[in-house]
């Protein structure tokens, strides 16, 4: 688990470096940080077991924000 976690932290310091060579906005940084750190979690939650159930995760937010 750790060693994933290191490749998910190499792959978002790489990728950030990237996108600021690139003279991205700031949006597109923060869209490929979002993007990449729902898969994080996506894939850490299939190696522990327990695969995250994205349409609950989904309603919950939902749920949240119409309050």
């Known amino acids: ?6 490749i998910a932290l190499l792959f978002l310091t790489g990728g950030t470096i990237i996108v600021r060579r690139l ?21 850490s939650s299939i190696i522990l077991y327990k695969p995250l159930d ?9 749920d949240s924000i119409a309050g």
Request: glycine share 6%; with cysteine.
């Open 54 to 62: 994205l349409n609950k995760a989904i309603g919950w937010m939902i």
């Open 23 to 43: 003279h991205s906005s700031r949006n597109e940084m923060w869209v490929f940080i979002v993007i990449s750190c729902i898969g994080i979690i996506i894939w």
């Open 1 to 6: 688990m750790i060693s994933l976690m290191l």
